[in-house]
């Protein structure tokens, strides 16, 4: 009897354990950012304490209603670049999970065009060029607040057309997304600027709900693990999304303008260098 009682305690052990396991509910879309959001987030939860297990959700929906269905406690966590609005309404777990890769924006250009960036030798020359962007989108306000000009549409496919037709200049990007975004609509002709790079901070933080602070710190303290021990970055670097955004830009060859993002929370990790992509390094 001794004998199956202890055993009995051993399965009951087991099941408190998995019944207490963490459940961590995320909505995951098609988008490569959301599948690096996710496995970044794994990286954190394998350098916890505790049991955890993340729940995924397919669905397409918006950032908007991302951002509503965790404040209804419907997800418990999300992904965005941040700005100062958002981290007023969630709390951001200030870990920049693509290192600022998403602030180094290349532009998209009709090739007839890359005498212009070619020329571009300071930023006087680069007040001269017209830039588009999606209204609302925040890189507007940074773009104008360093004196370059901007013009906007309400639609996203529009900026393809626009810049293909002579509407603006260029169309900057994330250097994780022009290749893709161009190969999607090859009857353009588009090309990548081979010349530039402007690089503003803007951190892609995960997200949870104001109240879940205690989440929020564990998985922080998570990533700082992951960080001292070299799985995060060997995360980040052998990305396969990341790997090619970093092949192709060829960013280290590039003409880099820094620019003031004005739109950063005052809490933004500016002084940790080690969150942040290094361009001398790569």
Same mark, same amino acid.
């Given at each position: 009897m001794k004998y199956s009682s202890s055993i009995? %305690? %051993?399965v009951l052990v087991f099941l $408190?354990?998995?019944?207490?396991?963490?459940?961590?509910?995320?909505?995951q879309t098609e988008h490569p950012l959301d599948a690096y959001a996710v496995g970044a987030l794994r990286v954190a939860l394998a350098n916890m304490p505790g049991d955890y297990e993340v729940v995924i959700n397919?669905?397409?929906?918006t950032q908007t209603r991302a951002i509503e269905e965790l404040q209804k406690n419907n997800m418990d966590l999300m992904w965005l670049a $941040?700005?100062?609005?958002?981290?007023e309404m969630l709390r951001p777990i200030r870990f920049p999970l693509l290192k600022g890769l %998403?602030?180094?924006?290349?532009?998209?250009?009709?090739?007839?065009?890359?005498?212009?960036?070619t020329d571009v030798r300071n930023l006087d020359d680069l007040k001269k060029l017209t830039l588009g962007q999606g209204q609302g989108w925040p890189d507007v306000e940074i773009l104008r607040e360093n004196g370059l000009q901007v013009i906007t549409t309400s639609k996203y496919d529009n900026l393809f057309y626009?810049?293909?037709g002579g509407r603006f200049d260029g169309f900057p990007r994330g250097a994780n997304e022009p290749f893709t975004e161009i190969a999607a609509r090859a009857d353009l002709g588009l090309t990548v600027d081979t010349d530039l790079v402007l690089i503003y901070r803007l951190p892609f933080y995960l997200f949870v709900r104001q109240e879940d602070q205690a989440l929020a710190e564990a998985i922080h303290q998570g990533f700082e693990t992951a960080l001292a021990n070299g799985q995060f970055n060997t #995360?980040? #670097?052998?990305?396969?999304m990341v790997k090619d955004a970093l092949e192709r830009s060829n960013m280290k060859a590039r003409r880099a303008f820094s620019l003031v993002n004005p739109n950063l929370?005052?809490?933004?990790?500016?002084e940790r260098e080690d969150y942040w992509l290094n361009l001398k390094e790569l």
């Open positions: 009995f %305690l %051993l $408190s354990g998995a019944v207490d396991a963490r459940k961590i509910r995320v909505n397919r669905e397409p929906i $941040s700005n100062a609005d958002a981290e %998403l602030g180094h924006r290349i532009c998209i250009i009709n090739p007839e065009n890359q005498r212009k960036f626009m810049v293909e #995360y980040f #670097y052998n990305d396969p929370h005052p809490q933004t990790p500016l």
